[in-house]
Structure formats: structure tokens, C-alpha cells
């Protein structure tokens, strides 16, 4: 692969960038959607030039490639010819350009790294990077070396190495009906959302995320297992136990033999999204344009998602893989203020605005009970910790935005003994599309540290609440603290203009960006808040 220096992505000068760093769409000629896309990439046209050939493109190939109608872009060791694609970039021409001629996997990581872009792209594809040719170790000696349960310290990069985490390692024991895969973290903050575990036929599968990274146990056994397993965490010792059930009471002779990645450690950011299939068990309606969604997980699978992050979705429209990423929420606001912690979790939840030009959504609203959806793994960064010791939680929150709020209100409200207010502004455009709004009101009444508020900007005569768009008169009077010194935590979530002008009022450090579809936008402040008179 090529080595780029690091870009500013999106460009300083582009539509793409806004004043908060945050990214807003460019908005494309009639006739160039997504869907207009689509219908092009399989219209037959020759969308790369070469005549349906795939080549070899060596790094010289690659630089002739960096103009506007005539653009090759590396991304993870395959070329793309992208002119034919500039018109339809949400994000602009400018931001292709910046990879024009060179690799590009850094850049798209830095904000679309979950694009199924083979899928967007394939009519598009050139061919393969030249690679020099790499001397072959025996395999058989690193397998050894691997089944053990030590990691090989060629697998651990050189910033993993002095500034990550201890190295882990795994070893496996069994008896005559159970299998025990052991999994050392070295690690006292890992819990059962540390751990995702997926395994189909023989081949098995085991995340750990630890702090930054992730260390990846990847198998394929030697020996048939059931399907439902179980899974254990020593929280003192940073242990993880997978207890897996044999279908034949035989002894093993050896676990089985790695696969792609096996017993590596590597940063989040560099690892790819894995998805399974889950199954649509409910769809019922919230709002007029809103639907709560239940998926099940398969049965081999365990997965929990952490509050705070999201997964991506995954669907086929039309012959091309569409991805979109969301929050998921509890079944329910007052399911005694508390999802049940099992061991395997089996269901998720999603609150999903549906659109009916939307491409995704409308494809997503049409499923029948039964169907299947590709779920991937949680992405985030933000972490429960920062909900220690808080006594002050204000949420701001606009639309659909207020789905990562859910589990932090069920979080806040039953495991922070020392909170003592919770606050959340919900705007909306009309009564009808307040979200959950009877079970917030039984919320606030059961639980009196909670207050709610609803802010309308396109009210009828008969509302007699709040009304207007997010502002600092409406922030001032809501943003009041009951303690000059009390730990206050800050979440607000919602489109880019809702939360630019959240983020602008209070002086709040906020930890993360927030963008239309990410989770939730985090602060964390000490100090006394401050009105828009103050600053």
C-alpha cells in the first residue's frame, strides 16, 4: 500500500466542513441520488474505462490518475476510477479530489469508514495494487505458536507496544461435555459488553475490546459445538470465560486452526465492521413517521451494545449493500426503570424515523415479520465512567436524537447513587412527533428527579408548553445547576444545526463530535455553567 501523509478531511476550505468540525451534505444536481446511482451502475455503461478488464495498477499508474475526469483512488489495496462517481458524492467533489491519484484508506476512515463502498463502487473497480512478492514463513511452526494462547509479539504494532495495553492472551481446557475458551485481558474495567462472541459451523470468533484495541480470537474448531454457549467475566482479574457444549462427548486433541486475523491485537480504528444476521421479530408504530423496531440476534451470537455507542445496519436495495448507523434504545422506558442484564442478551432495539424518499429507511419499513437485517459490531468511544460520582444530568435532545438518550436515562435513573437531577429538553416540530411522550410524563412522575420539557417550533393554538428552536434564552433558564459544585454531565444529540448551536451557548469542553446519525454529542464540566450574558 502507498503511504500518504496525513490530510485535513474533509478540506479546510470545503462545503463538507462546517465551523464545529462536524460534516454537513453538499447538496447534488437534480438526477444524481443514490438511487440515480444505483440505476447507473447497472445500466451496463463502462464506468471504468477499461472495457470490463481488471489490471495490475502499480504506484507510478496510480499518480498519472488526479484529475477530475480522469481520478483512480487506492482504498484498502484496490483501485477505483471515481470520476464517474464525483456528480453523485454527498459530500462533494472537493473531498474526492484530496485522495486523487493515491491511496485513500485513511481519509475514508476518517468519516466513512462504515460505506460498503465494494458494493457502492464495484462497477467502478480498476483492479488490484502491485504488491511485491513476501518471502513465506512456515505456517505450520506459527500455528503452533499461535494455538498456544501467546501472542506473537509480530502481531502486536509499535504503539500497541508502548503505549496500549498489556498483551493478552487466551488458553482453552474442556471436559468431557464443555469446552472453557479463557480469555486473560489483563484488564480490571472489562464487562460483558467487553466481549462479542459469534460462531457459525466450525468457525468461531471472539472480540475483545480493550481500551483502543481490539484483540481477536478467531478459530476454526476442530470439533462441532451447539449453538447457545455461555459467557463469564471475573471483573477483578479482567478474565473472560466461554463455556461452549460439545455435540459429542469426545476429548479434543487441539482447539482447531486459526483464521484471518487470529490472536491479533490492533487499534479499533483500523479493524473492519463485522456483521451478523438478525431476525425482524416486531415493528410497531411510536410516532406517525416513527417505528420501534425488535431484532433478535442468532442464537450464536453474544452481543451487548454499550450506552452510548451504535451498530450499522446493513440492507440490500436493489442489488447494492446500503449501510446506516443508529442507536439502540430499551425496549421501553419503564420496564422497571431497568433493561434485565443477562448473560445473552438476545434482542435490540431501534426508534427509527422512517422517510418515505428515504432509500434506506422505506426499504427497512417494508421487511416482514421474520426477515433478516445485518447487524454490526457497537462502535464509540464514549465510556460509563464519565457517570461516576455525577449528581447533575441535563440532555438536550431534537427528533430521532433522543434515542441514545433512552439508556442513559435508564442507566442514570437506577446505577448512579449519587445523582440527584435529571434534565431533558425534547424539541420537536409538533405534538405528533414527540417520541415516547406519555412514558417520559410517567417517568417524571414516578421518579421526581426527573423533569422534562418539550420545546415545539411548529405548535397549534391549543399548546400551552414551550415553543421555538434551540436558543440561549430557552439554554439560560434550563441549564441552571442546583449546586455551585456539583459534577454536572452535559448530553446533547441531534442535525448538525440543533447541536453546532447547543454546543455553541454553554463554555462546556464536549469530549465528542456529533453528527446527524452518530450517537450523541458528550460534555463533561466542573465549573459553574455559564449564561449567554456571561461570556
Not at 424515523?353 to 432509500?359: A, D, F, M
Not at 415516547?436 to 397549534?460: G, N
Request: with cysteine; net charge positive.
Amino acid at each position: 500500500m502507498l503511504n500518504v501523509p496525513s490530510q485535513s478531511f474533509p478540506a479546510p476550505r470545503s462545503q463538507q466542513r462546517v465551523a464545529s468540525g462536524g460534516r454537513s451534505k453538499v447538496p447534488l444536481k437534480q438526477g444524481r441520488s443514490l438511487m440515480d446511482w444505483i440505476r447507473l451502475t447497472k445500466s451496463g455503461k463502462d464506468l471504468t474505462g477499461l472495457k470490463g478488464r481488471l489490471i495490475e495498477v502499480t504506484e507510478e499508474e496510480l499518480k498519472k490518475h488526479n484529475k477530475k475526469d480522469d481520478c483512480w483512488i487506492c482504498i484498502r489495496g484496490f483501485v477505483y476510477n471515481v470520476s464517474p462517481y464525483m456528480e453523485y458524492h454527498p459530500g462533494g467533489e472537493d473531498e474526492l479530489m484530496r485522495a486523487a491519484g493515491s491511496d485513500g484508506t485513511e481519509l475514508f476512515d476518517q468519516v466513512h469508514r462504515w460505506v460498503n463502498y465494494e458494493s457502492m463502487l464495484k462497477e467502478c473497480l480498476v483492479g488490484r495494487m502491485a504488491i511485491k512478492p513476501t518471502v513465506l514463513k512456515d505456517y505450520r511452526e506459527e500455528e503452533k505458536k499461535v494455538l498456544n494462547g501467546m501472542l506473537p509479539k509480530s502481531q502486536v504494532t509499535d504503539t500497541l507496544a508502548k503505549e496500549g495495553p498489556s498483551y493478552p492472551s487466551y488458553d482453552w481446557f474442556q471436559t468431557d461435555s464443555l469446552v472453557t475458551i479463557a480469555i486473560y485481558t489483563k484488564q480490571k474495567d472489562i464487562n460483558l459488553d467487553s466481549i462479542i462472541v459469534d460462531h457459525q459451523n466450525d468457525s468461531f470468533r471472539a472480540e475483545t475490546i480493550i481500551k483502543d484495541c481490539l484483540y481477536l480470537i478467531h478459530i476454526g474448531l476442530s470439533h462441532e459445538v451447539q449453538e447457545d454457549f455461555s459467557v463469564r467475566v471475573v471483573e477483578s482479574v479482567g478474565k473472560i470465560e466461554i463455556v461452549l457444549k460439545k455435540k459429542e462427548n469426545t476429548s479434543w486433541d487441539f482447539l482447531g486452526h486459526p483464521l484471518k486475523n487470529h490472536n491479533s491485537l490492533i487499534p479499533r480504528k483500523d479493524t473492519g465492521l463485522y456483521y451478523r444476521k438478525c431476525q425482524l421479530i416486531s415493528k410497531e408504530d411510536v410516532t406517525h413517521d416513527t417505528r420501534l423496531f425488535c431484532l433478535m440476534l442468532p442464537p450464536s451470537t453474544h452481543l451487548q451494545v454499550p450506552i452510548g455507542q451504535h451498530v450499522y445496519l446493513k440492507l440490500s436495495v436493489t442489488g447494492t449493500e446500503i449501510v446506516k448507523p443508529y442507536t439502540p434504545v430499551s425496549g421501553s422506558l419503564l420496564a422497571e426503570f431497568k433493561e434485565p442484564v443477562l448473560p445473552n442478551n438476545k434482542y435490540i432495539y431501534f426508534l427509527i424515523k422512517i422517510y418515505p424518499t428515504g432509500l434506506f429507511t422505506s426499504e427497512l419499513d417494508r421487511l416482514q415479520i421474520g426477515d433478516f437485517v445485518s447487524v454490526s459490531s457497537p462502535e464509540g468511544n464514549f465510556k460509563i465512567s464519565k457517570f461516576q460520582e455525577l449528581e447533575e444530568l441535563f440532555l438536550l435532545a431534537a427528533g430521532t436524537g433522543f434515542t441514545p438518550m433512552v439508556k442513559i436515562l435508564n442507566y442514570a435513573l437506577t446505577d448512579i447513587p449519587s445523582l440527584r437531577k435529571v434534565k431533558l429538553m425534547f424539541f420537536n416540530k409538533t405534538e405528533d412527533d414527540i417520541i415516547w411522550r406519555s412514558q417520559l410524563e410517567k417517568l417524571a412522575f414516578k421518579d421526581k428527579r426527573l423533569d422534562v420539557e418539550f420545546v415545539l417550533s411548529a405548535p397549534t393554538s391549543e399548546w400551552n408548553g414551550k415553543q421555538g428552536h434551540i436558543s440561549p434564552a430557552l439554554l439560560s433558564e434550563f441549564l441552571k445547576r442546583n449546586l455551585d459544585k456539583s459534577k454536572v454531565l452535559v448530553c446533547i444529540c441531534g442535525p448538525v444545526p440543533f447541536t453546532e448551536q447547543g454546543v455553541r451557548f454553554p463554555k462546556i469542553k464536549f469530549q465528542l463530535q456529533n453528527c446527524l446519525f452518530q450517537p450523541l454529542t458528550l460534555g463533561y464540566y466542573r465549573g459553574p455553567l455559564k449564561h449567554a450574558k456571561d461570556r
